[in-house]
C-alpha cells in the first residue's frame, strides 16, 4: 500500500501545463466565463397548470408577453407560448378556452440552469431556436426566463 501511494505521489501535476483560455474578443469572454445568472432573467410570468386557457391568453396579451411559464409548487412543468396558441388553441379556442392551460402547453422545454456558462442559453435561442428559455437554479426551482432581447442586453454590455 505505502507503495502504491509512492507512485501516485510521483505523478505530474494534471494542471502544471495549464494555461488559461484565451479570448480574442469580449463577447467571446463573456459567453464563456459568465453564468446565465448573469443576464437578466428576471422578471417572468407564470401560471398554474390549472390555470384556464382563456385566463393564460388574456395574461399573455395583457402583459405584452409571448411567453408563460407553467409551474407548480416552484417547479417548472411546461410553458405556453403564442406559437401554442396558434398551433393548438385557435381554432378551437371557444370550446377549450375553459380548460386546463396544462394540456395546450409545450411539456419538456429546452432549459438552461442559472450555473450553467452564458453560451448555454445563447445556443438554446440562436441554435435550437427557442425564443424562451427557462432558467432552473440547481434545486430545479424556476430562476426565471432568457429570452433573445435579454442576451442581446447582456452581451451589449462586453467591453
Known amino acids: 500500500m505505502n507503495h502504491e501511494h509512492a507512485r501516485r ?3 505530474p501535476d494534471p494542471l502544471s501545463n495549464y494555461e488559461p483560455p484565451k479570448f480574442h474578443d469580449p463577447v467571446q469572454r463573456l459567453l464563456a466565463e459568465e453564468c446565465v445568472d448573469a443576464i437578466e432573467c428576471r422578471p417572468y410570468l407564470a401560471v ?5 386557457v382563456r385566463e393564460a391568453v388574456a395574461k399573455l396579451y395583457d402583459s405584452h408577453v409571448s411567453s408563460l411559464l407553467v409551474v407548480h409548487n416552484d417547479r417548472l412543468i411546461g410553458i405556453f407560448t403564442e406559437r401554442d396558441v ?37 445556443a ?17 426551482k424556476v430562476y426565471g426566463v432568457a429570452s433573445p432581447r435579454r442576451v442581446f442586453q447582456f452581451l451589449s454590455g462586453a467591453s
Open 9 to 11: 505521489s510521483d505523478a
Open 48 to 52: 398554474e397548470p390549472t390555470t384556464s
Open 86 to 122: 396558434l398551433e393548438k388553441v385557435v381554432e378551437c379556442y371557444d370550446r377549450i378556452a375553459g380548460k386546463p392551460v396544462e394540456q395546450f402547453m409545450t411539456t419538456e422545454p429546452t432549459i438552461v440552469y442559472s450555473s450553467d456558462p452564458s453560451a448555454a442559453a445563447v
Open 124 to 140: 438554446a435561442i440562436a441554435v435550437a431556436g427557442h425564443r424562451h428559455v427557462p432558467v432552473l437554479d440547481m434545486e430545479e
